[in-house]
Every structure is written in C-alpha cells, then in structure tokens.
C-alpha cells in the first residue's frame, strides 16, 4: 500500500497516549536528561507554523537522547494566567477560566497532531489551584525570609529576629530598606507587635513599596515595562502612564552579585547573557550627600567617577522624587507641574532609550557640592529615574555628553576641572597614566589615587562613602486583574499578614465584572463574601504574570504531589533542566525571575542547584510569507469608482514609466476614463487560499464581501469576471514579501490544514528543513512538497512496485554500508550541535543513494528507520513493526553505532580514456599495482568493445586518478 500518512499517523498518535510511551520514570539507573520548552500562553488563535518550531526541535533531541540510553524527561504545559483571556473576559463577559480552557482544548489538540514525545501525565497549568497554591506557597516562604549578607543567602525571618532580641542591629548586614531603624536589644522588646511587624517588613524578600508604575486607566491594571509600547499598551494600544502606587515587590536586588556570578557557567547564548548584564549593571563607585540649601535634607546620588565631582554644575532628580514638591519654590511650581505633566505620558523604557531629547524644569532651589563648597542649582529631568539608584544625579558637562547637552540648552555653567592637562586626558580615560591638574585636593593624582583619596574623605567626612550599586530594581510584584494568583496575603488595622498554609490555594473567588470597581479598585473588590477567617480584608491585587512561570520547571518532576511543590528524591534525581529552548524576548524577564527564585529555594534548601537551565537556545522567529493582489481604482464621470485586480505581471507592467495606462485598459477591454483620477494599492490576501503564489480565484470571491465581484486581470492580460467561474487561461500569479506573521496580514498558516494535507512527518521535518534553528527565516509553503516526496520514496524502500512490503536478509553490500554509516555519522554530530536542518538535506541524499542502489536489506533498513525515527516518527513507526519488531519498542531501541571503517574508500571509480578522450569508468580496489590493472582492463568487455579490435600501444597508470591508453 501506499504511503497512507493519515491512517499512519492517527494510529501511532492513539497508541502512544493509550499506552503512555514518553512517560518518564521518577528514578532510573539510566542518565537522567531534562529537556524543556518554554511553555505556552494558550491564546483562541490557536497554533500557527510559527510556533512548533522550537517544539519540533527539543522533540527530535528528546527522541535522540532516549535513542542513545538516557531518561528523558520532556513535559508539556500551559502559562494560563495572563491579561488576554482577561481582556476577552470583558469584552464577551465569559469567565476566563471557561475560556482557557477551551483554548487549552485546541493547543493540545494541535500538539498531538503534530507528534511530540511529551510526557503528558505531568501537564501543569498555571491557573489551577492544585498548581497556584505552590506559587503562594512560594511568595509565603519569600514574604517569611530576609538576605544575610554575612552569609551570602537567604534565611529565615526568626534568624534576623533572633539578632534583633540579641544585639539589636548592630550585628545586622542585610538587604534592606534605607529607612530601616538602628535600635538596641532593649528598644526592640519594648516595639509593639505592629511596630515589630512594620520594621520587619523592611527586611523581607517579598514587601510593600510605594512604586512608580505603568498604569493603563483603559486596562484598569499596572503593565510591566515589556508591556508597554511608545507610551501605550502593546495590548489594545491605550495611553500609559506613569503613577505612584502602593505595590508588592521582590528584592531581587539582594542575588544581583549571584545572578552575575552564575551567567559564567551556564551555556547560554552570549546576546542573552550580555542582556542579563547589562540589564543588572553592576557599578563601582562612590554615594556623595548633597545638602540641600536652606533645609536639613541631603540628596545622596551615585557615581562610578567620584574624580568628576570637581566639575558638578547642576543636580538632577527624577521628576516623581518624593522631595520634588517640598523643594520646589513657588515661583517654580507651574513649570514643574506641567513638566511633571508631560513625564506621565511617557513609559519607562521610553524616557531610557532617548537620550537625544534635552528636557527638564528648574526647581529654583540650589544644593551645596559637598567636596567643593560650589553652589549649583537643582532640577528636574526625565531621564532620571526614581526607581533606579537614589533618583539623582549629578551633571558634569565637561566629562559626559548628555550632560553637556543640557548644560548648553539651559544655559548652565561648565566647569573645566582639567584645564592644566595637555598631554593625558584622564577625565576621558582613566586608566591612562596622567595626573589632575587644577582639580581641588586631588592635584597631582593618579586616577586610582584620587578615587581612593575622595572614597575616604567623604566617609570621614560622614558625607558619603564607596559604594557597589546595581542598576537592576527590585521586581514589582502586583498587578491590579482578576486573571491572576490571588496573593496569599490579608491586611488588618494597615498591616500584611499571611494567610495560613493549611488555608492554601487561596482560591480565586467569582466576581460579576472583570473590571476594576467604579471607585478604582481591582477587580478582586466586587468579590461578595470573600474574607479572610481573622478579620480584616484580602490583597486584592494578584501576582504578574512571571509568578507562576518562575518555578514551573520543578512542578514537571513531580506534578502530582499534594505535599510539597516536588519532593525531595524528585528534586535531587531531576536536578535541573539540561537544555532549555524558547524564545529570546523572555531575556530579562522569565529568565531572570526564574534564576532569582531557583537560587532563593536553594537557599532555604527545598532545591540543589544554583542554576535552574544548563543550557539555553534561542529559537529563531519563522516570518510569515504574505501574499498580495493589486488592486486598480478608476472612477467614471459621476465619480462612481470601478476596482480590477492585476497579476503580478500586468501590476509590473502597470508601474512601468514606459507603459500607459490607458493603452494597457484597452489592451485588456476595460473601460477608463483619462480624466479621472486612478489611484492603486496592494492589498493582503489570506495565504491559505494561494498556492505555489497561485490565487484561488473561487475562494478569493467567497472570502469577502467586497471581493464577491472581483473583476481580475490574469498573468497573460486575460480577464477573469465573476459571472464566467473557473473558466480561464491563465492563473492569478499573487505578490510575495516576508513580514512578521500576524492575524492582520493574512499571513497565518495553520499547521492543521498542511497535516491534513502532507501530514505531521512532513512539517516536522519542513519546518527544521527552512534553515538553522537559531536563525529566523520566512515561511514558505512552496518548498514542503518537497519534503513529502522524500517521505513517500523512503516508504517505497521498503516496498516492491505493488506496494507489497518487502525486505531481504542478504548480507549488506560495501556501498549500502557506506551509505548508512554516513547518515549515522551524519545525523548524530548534527542532533549534538542542534544543526537539524542539514540532518534533513543528509537524509534525502541518503535515501537517493539506497534507492539507485535497489536496497531492501533489512538490516540496512531498519537502522535507517531508527535514525529517522526521531525526526518523522509516525512512519518509523510503522515501518519498525513491519519489519517484524513490537510495537512501541522503536522510541526506547539503540541508536546505530557508527563504524568508521566503512567509511574508508578501498575502491575508486577510474576514468577510462582511448587516445585521450574520456570513454568509461572502472571500478578498481585501491590496492592494484599497473600490471593488476592492465589484465583486468584487458579482460573487460566494455573495454575491448571500445578498443574495437585494435592493439595497445601503451597504458597509461596514475594510482587513484586515471587510465589512458593509446592505441
């Protein structure tokens, strides 16, 4: 029989959930490999071929590495949480929890389909309460520990409890609030209980913070600065803001120095270890106090060149700094509260990237340079901002080019601080050898010498001091939706408290709304009747999206525990994950999060390692491959306009210069009127219905209403009108261009319909055919024909004319050998780098050669099928039983051994030549000497017919390159 790829494909499919193939055991004596997807969000649009991408590929690698011996575990889930569920909640008033679901139902759907080896017994969606309740369980063990600096870890809160009761904060080095109290053993006792719990709050892992956040009044909810686009929503595209709000945050601050340390020994991608770094930003500098003039308060900023304080002009606060309206004189308050203003209406990551734009407002209130006793004036600017260090800054225009650009747009003075120095500009660089020349107290310095010089100073001095500082932020941790974990937190008489772990899941209440209330609450505040057992009232914000994806991979170990979010021998079988493949825009979110909460739970020691991802890779972006019609507008005298639809070809000649217009109406029948404007655009056609760049004219008209009466000038200037059908001579060639595969381009393909018409062996292996893994690239459907004749002609290798199978049991030829141990050798160097699309290119020449070979040897065979198995297995599958073997035994064979001496060439096909010309090839072993060669050349029949009677004069012998004989 033919290769029937449906019914194939169906049965394996069946069997391999009926019988529970890929699931992983819990403990094995076998290697323990862990291979992971990002999981994905499980949006109503389903799966496009965009998507499996990285899928098909951890897929083909878990196949190999169980091929060659190893425990594979290879899980599947879904990030259910998330505001796009939400935002369809609100739209269509369905519960998102009936909507996920639903979505889920498709994503598994497309999944199986596609014939991934997943281990579906430990399916985890983040959105079920049996799942959440470890992710509260988590922010509770957070909210109950402090960071040791001693010990470089989390601990305990009783531990920074237990130094309170003894030596109050004397014996204390923490990550902490600034405004944490100094208080002896004996004030600690006589706190009360709030008190206690309030100065406590300064030091846990988890806390409470006024923020500056994004907020989207459209949205009713904060976005995180990834959601946020150009000062508007990524989702919806609504104004965002920037507002103070009383938040949760993470001191993910307190593993900045872990996080750095750790990218130097996991394999990762170097652009996203680069970005992790940068987004970090450790610097090594100096804190210097600043007194403001006329008050008692002093503005601390943060520099890495404490030498350039010398040449400070002006001071710079961040435009929401707590002191900018108390510092600001009355005759200021108007330019600074429309500055303030106009700061709102740009996103974080806005006011960072640009740094070409020079704007601030002047306070009119001036501070004192604590080195130089130099009066300079304090402002206000968006580029700084209150989140980042302490919120100021200081401006030195004559060693920073923004500085100077705002020096010189306000008129603000420059001080030359290095007026002496000819030769070595250390100012500019450093680490050059040169000394301060008219720089204050630091004259006659080296650069080293004067940092450490000033370091000092400002620490006797008490008005500053050396200082490590971090760009990264503690992470925020609230989000005002509904779609989210409901934090396990309740508040009585102002303060946050626990709820209890036997009180775990707190569970997600209905509501009637999914909106924030009519006086601007979360949606959590219409829930009726939900209250905590103690008094007081619930968080109603839930936690951000990153929460439940922060951890996920220990679920998969043991997904099924009731009793620990995964148990002890679970955690130190599976370890971590050995390799990770997802998508590179998840660099400084899940990525960091992730690795911030692994090295927590390693502390408190729930988990082993240090790094929860060995390795990453980066899969690259599979662009959509768009396709267009041209559409020409005419208008008659009444203005009544008159659409066609050119082909490519008559488009081209359309915009030819050389080509009119009107001749080319005529050419092609139509009516146009010359004095009348025409105007034309491309317009995007729902790839679905074009192939190989054909339109489907039918399914064209059928799809909107507007194209119902399409009038269309085909490739060869024919005309094809709605009322003559199918009827035409030439086809409707569309327009091509690679763009971004998206919903509003038309450019969509959905895996579903190539299954059902190549099927799922066949866009596995298109889909790695397209190009390198890391690498983006367009789709195009054109080339998967292609694949699927490959798939046919290894299925006709195992049978005759008839489709009758067949295969012998000959002892395998030199040439069958050598093409198998090249595909073995091949295949196997190319799954270990990850380089799959050349494996495919390999297989196909691989099967060419077996096929002009006429090979039916089984042994040859069944190797073959075992080598592709990973790649196509549906008709592996197959295959393996038809040669004899059982059922569901393929996944968990032996990989083929590579054998390197069959690779070894002993024969060489020699070109034959008579008196110079070329006129045949003879097989000859490699270790013939002349006079070997001369019989056996004499002796063949081909030989002697060409010599056609004629006697040698003389033969010619170069060993390993030719023949020639002249007669």
């Known amino acids: 029989m033919d290769y029937q790829f449906k019914e194939i494909e169906q049965k394996w499919q069946k069997f391999w959930a009926d019988h529970q193939t890929f699931k992983a055991e819990s403990n094995s004596e076998k290697p323990k490999y862990y291979v992971l997807d990002m999981f994905p969000y499980p949006s109503g649009a389903g799966l496009h071929v965009g998507h499996p991408l990285g899928y098909i590929a951890s897929d083909i690698f878990s196949r190999y590495k169980r091929l060659k011996g190893f425990n594979v575990l290879h899980p599947m889930g879904y990030d259910s949480f998330g505001l796009p569920a939400e935002q369809y909640a609100i739209q269509t008033g369905q519960r998102p929890a009936i909507t996920t679901e639903a979505n889920i139902a498709t994503y598994r759907r497309q999944l199986d389909q596609i014939g991934f080896s997943f281990d579906w017994s430990r399916e985890v969606r983040t959105s079920e309460p049996s799942y959440y309740k470890w992710t509260q369980w988590i922010f509770m063990q957070l909210f109950n520990s402090w960071y040791n600096i001693e010990n470089d870890r989390a601990e305990d809160i009783t531990t920074l409890i237990e130094k309170f009761n003894a030596s109050g904060t004397a014996d204390v080095k923490a990550v902490s609030d600034e405004d ?336 924030p209330t009519e006086t601007g609450e979360p949606p959590l505040a219409r829930a009726e009747n939900w209250l905590p057992k103690d008094g007081g009232h619930y968080e109603l914000s839930t936690m951000p999206g990153w929460a439940g994806s922060s951890w996920y991979w220990y679920r998969y170990m043991d997904a099924n525990n009731n009793n620990d979010f995964a148990s002890k021998e679970a955690v130190e079988y599976w370890k971590d994950v050995d390799l990770y493949i997802g998508g590179s825009e998840h660099a400084t979110g899940h990525l960091l999060y992730s690795r911030f909460w692994n090295k927590f739970l390693k502390d408190l020691g729930y988990t082993k390692e240090e790094e929860p991802f060995k390795k990453l890779i980066n899969q690259g972006m599979i662009q959509g491959r768009s396709n267009f019609v041209y559409r020409v507008t005419t208008f008659d005298e009444n203005e009544t306009p008159s659409h066609y639809y050119l082909s490519k070809k008559q488009w081209n000649r359309y915009n030819d210069p050389n080509e009119s217009a009107g001749m080319l109406f005529e050419e092609w029948g139509l009516p146009i009127n010359s004095t009348y404007a025409t105007y034309s655009s491309p317009i995007h056609v729902d790839v679905n219905f074009v192939n190989n760049d054909i339109l489907d004219i039918k399914k064209f008209r059928e799809w909107r209403a507007e194209f119902k009466e399409a009038v269309l000038i085909l490739e060869d200037g024919s005309i094809s009108y709605p009322t003559t059908g199918e009827l035409k001579v030439a086809d409707y060639i569309c327009g091509v261009e690679v763009e971004k595969m998206s919903k509003s381009y038309y450019n969509v393909v959905n895996p579903d319909n190539l299954i059902e018409r190549y099927g799922a062996d066949t866009l596995r292996m298109y889909e790695m055919f397209l190009g390198p893994l890391e690498q983006s690239k367009p789709w195009n459907t054109n080339g998967i024909e292609g694949v699927f004749k490959f798939l046919r002609k290894f299925w006709r290798l195992f049978h005759n004319e008839d489709w009758t199978f067949h295969v012998n049991d000959n002892v395998p030829t030199k040439a069958e050998l050598k093409s198998l141990h090249k595909i073995i050798k091949k295949v196997q160097d190319d799954i270990e780098r990850f380089s799959f699309n050349t494996s495919v290119s390999s297989f196909m020449i691989a099967v060419n050669e077996l096929t002009d070979l006429k090979c039916k040897n089984r042994q040859i065979l069944e190797d073959m099928v075992i080598i592709l198995s990973p790649y196509a297995p549906h008709i592996c599958e197959e295959l393996w039983v038809q040669l004899g073997n059982e059922a569901g035994t393929l996944s968990y064979t032996a990989f083929p051994t590579f054998k390197p001496e069959y690779l070894v060439e002993d024969e060489f096909a020699y070109p034959v030549s008579i008196n110079g010309k070329m006129k045949m090839n003879l097989n000859l072993s490699l270790t013939l000497a002349q006079p070997e060669v001369e019989s056996i050349l004499l002796a063949d029949e081909q030989f002697l017919k060409f010599l056609d009677g004629k006697p040698t004069k003389k033969i010619i012998f170069v060993k390993g390159k030719i023949i020639n004989v002249v007669v």
């Open 180 to 515: 944490t109290k100094e208080f002896l053993p004996s004030d600690w006792a006589t706190f009360t209980d709030e008190e206690k719990q309030v100065e406590l709050l300064k030091y846990r892992l988890t806390y409470l913070r006024e923020s500056t956040v994004n907020w989207c009044p459209a949205l009713g909810t904060v976005l995180a600065n990834d959601e946020v686009k150009d000062g508007f929503s990524e989702r919806g595209g609504f104004p965002v803001e920037q507002k103070k709000m009383m938040q949760w945050s993470m001191r993910i601050t307190a593993y900045s120095d872990r996080l750095l340390q750790g990218l130097d020994t996991i394999d990762w991608p170097e652009p996203i270890k680069e970005m992790q770094r940068n987004w970090i930003g450790k610097s090594v500098g100096a804190s210097v106090k600043f007194q403001v003039e006329g008050n008692d308060k002093q503005i601390e900023v943060f520099t890495t060149r404490v030498d350039t304080i010398f040449g400070v002009s002006y001071l710079v606060l961040a435009p929401e700094h707590d002191w900018v309206a108390e510092l600001t004189t009355p005759g200021q308050k108007e330019d600074i509260a429309n500055y303030i203003s106009l700061t709102k209406k740009k996103s974080e990551l806005d006011r960072m990237a640009d740094t070409k734009t020079v704007s601030g407002a002047f306070t009119g209130t001036y501070v004192i340079n604590p080195v130089s006793g130099e009066r300079v004036q304090l402002w206000i600017a968006d580029y700084v901002l209150a989140g980042y260090g302490t919120g100021a800054v200081m401006g030195v225009p004559s060693g920073d080019q923004r500085d100077w650009l705002f020096a010189k747009h306000f008129n603000l003075p420059i001080i030359q601080i290095l007026d002496g120095q000819k030769d070595i500009d250390v100012q500019a660089d450093p680490t050059k050898e040169g000394k301060y020349i008219n720089s204050g107290f630091i004259n006659g310095l080296t650069y080293k010498e004067a940092v450490a010089f000033l370091n000092n100073w400002l620490e006797v001095e008490k008005v500053g001091k050396a200082k490590v500082n971090f760009r990264q932020r503690d992470a925020i941790f609230g989000r005002q939706r509904y779609w989210g974990e409901p934090i396990p937190v309740y508040f009585k008489d102002g303060l946050p408290y626990l709820v209890k772990e036997e009180e775990l899941p707190l569970l997600l209440p209905e509501i009637d709304k999914y909106l």
